[in-house]
């Protein structure tokens, strides 16, 4: 019996008013699958992220996470989907008096109070050590360039082990050897059997990666390019 | 990926003190480091809920002094004391005494010798100079009347004040409307200060809620961080309301030692006068009113609190 999807947008729409940011959408996200969301500005990209976080609802259609209806989950209980979700954002969004190794361990014990603190620094240093970072997790974000604190970012977002990463974004604020280096740990993340849906607008990383694309426009899938292929980057007209 | 992040053993052991220390840290650690942070957009809060709650405290004292003050007033408005000539014929006290005792409408007549008049004058407030200031007795003997409806009172009064034995420059103590005067004084000093309590605390409620508001502001990055970490409801708002608690706790405990030691202070300084103007205030009460001020502070920054989280920081 297959794996059911980790994501699953069924008919899906949302409105902001009378605009449409998504309409009728239909998707699925396999396990351990590496996926690209392109598109112009306003294309919905980040809508669609912020409804699989759970940030907004669909104003039509199901949203399953994990098999959470997320469409129909309560405020009391957004926590649980989102403790299944590790979030990356282009702006790295890290605690400023923490260390990166505290930045790590809160997203731990903020998702399960029995973790102990020894077993938060041990977990937190091991996510650390596998972005490359083991020995910075005494500094604070600050001290850390921004491909390091955007490897942070990510280690907060794996340390759990959840089955879906999100990533809006994730090299917007980095120069072109960082870029890379974050994507190959995207890479090695999706390797290890987690789902990574990653909104970008890096032409370079998405044409030479061939990992399946879905492109956005208007709110709506107009192409969903699967692994391995070279599509043209239709969108760009747009843009 | 090397080093990959491994899932860890499950703790077993000592799982209660991870969750312990944990709840410590993210809810009242953090609450009081981001109190004492956040002091100076709290200061206002604190001195008008402290404000508020020493004045409510004050006023509950008071309250709570007219009140008993009201109960033993109604209790001397159905007593009638009529007054006797200091030459009156001792037959004609008798008689007078008898004939208020066989009426219907009198529960009890007792009698106050000049003596026990001026005795009594010497435990009152302000009367024992006016007392010891003349060489004579200037107080007459009298019989005091405990008439069973407050509405007969003026009946026996009539009946009494051209007795032969009633003192016929000041009859009797009968004051038409002097109970219902108190009554309308005490009600409007008891709607006066609840209405000022009230806008007290509004103005305190407010100024917390918007002092919390500030801080889920200043914050926001923490608390979106937070939330899409996955931290649950209670992690994310409640440390802004044991924030409002601690505010509202501090305010709560100045008010109380403030109104217990007033109260103290008062009781201490003059017990003869105080109990006459402030009936029932003893040292027990003022410690009771001191506990519920602190405890008003604790709910009342606790409430507002929660109520500014609920509307200003969303799930």
């Known amino acids: 019996m297959p794996d059911r999807p980790i994501v699953e947008f069924n008919g899906v729409t949302r409105a902001y008013g009378s605009r449409l940011a998504l309409d009728d959408l239909n998707l699925a996200l396999e396990p351990g699958e590496l996926t690209f969301l392109v598109g112009p500005s306003g294309a919905g990209k980040t809508t669609l992220l912020k409804l699989i976080n759970r940030e907004v609802r669909p104003t039509k259609g199901e949203v399953w996470i994990d098999g959470i209806a997320a469409h129909s989950l309560k405020a009391s209980h957004v926590a649980e989907l989102r403790r299944r979700v590790g979030v990356v954002f282009q702006d790295y969004k890290l605690l400023p008096r923490l260390t990166a190794r505290e930045n790590v361990a809160l997203a731990l014990q903020v998702g399960d109070l029995r973790v102990s603190d020894h077993e938060a620094r041990e977990r937190a ?30 280690a907060r977002a794996v340390v759990r082990q959840p089955p879906l990463l999100i990533a809006d974004e994730p090299t917007g604020n980095l120069d072109v050897e960082t870029a890379w280096g974050i994507m190959d740990l995207l890479e090695d993340i999706a390797a290890f059997g987690i789902t990574v849906l990653v909104a970008t607008h890096n032409i370079e990383i998405v044409t030479r990666l061939q990992r399946r694309v879905l492109t956005l426009v208007d709110g709506r899938l107009v192409r969903d390019q699967p692994a391995g292929q070279t599509g043209r980057m239709a969108w760009l007209a747009w843009s | 990926m090397a080093g990959v992040v491994v899932k860890g053993r499950f703790p077993r052991r000592h799982v209660m003190a991870a969750v312990a220390k944990n709840v410590f840290r993210y809810l009242f650690q953090g609450a009081a480091r981001n109190w004492a942070r956040n002091f100076s957009s709290t200061a206002p809060a604190l001195s008008s809920m402290t404000l508020l709650l020493f004045l409510s405290g004050l006023i509950g004292l008071s309250g709570f002094a007219l009140y008993n003050l009201e109960k033993i007033e109604s209790g001397q408005a159905s007593v009638l004391h009529v007054y006797l000539r200091d030459d009156a014929d001792a037959t004609d006290v008798f008689t007078l005494r008898n004939r208020l005792a066989l009426d219907p409408r009198v529960a009890s007549v007792n009698y106050t010798s000049k003596a026990d008049a001026l005795k009594h004058a010497q435990s009152m407030p302000g009367l024992p100079q006016l007392a010891d200031s003349s060489e004579s007795n200037p107080f007459p003997a009298s019989l005091d009347v405990q008439v069973k409806s407050i509405n007969d009172v003026a009946a026996i009064d009539a009946m009494v004040r051209t007795n032969a034995a009633v003192d016929p420059v000041y009859p009797t103590s009968y004051d038409r409307g002097a109970y219902q005067r108190i009554q309308a004084v005490l009600l409007g000093v008891a709607i006066g200060g609840l209405a000022f309590v009230a806008l007290l605390g509004f103005v305190a409620v407010t100024v917390t809620i918007n002092s919390i508001r500030a801080a889920i502001h200043s914050r926001r990055d923490e608390v979106t961080i937070l939330q899409l970490v996955g931290a649950p409801r209670w992690m994310v708002r409640g440390p802004f309301i044991v924030e409002g608690a601690i505010t509202g706790s501090l305010a709560g405990a100045a008010a109380g030692v403030v109104t217990f030691a007033l109260a103290l202070a008062g009781i201490a300084e003059g017990s003869a006068s105080f109990s006459q103007f402030a009936p029932g205030v003893t040292i027990t009460v003022a ?15 606790s409430g507002s609190s929660l109520l500014s989280v609920r509307r200003h920081l969303e799930s």
């Open chain 1, 125 to 154: 240093l091991d996510a650390l050590e596998a972005v490359g970072l083991g020995d910075r997790g005494d500094a604070l974000p600050h001290e850390l360039s921004g491909g390091q604190q955007q490897r942070v970012a990510v």
């Open chain 2, 287 to 301: 410690a009771l009113a001191a506990t519920i001020v602190f405890a008003a502070g604790l709910g009342l920054g």
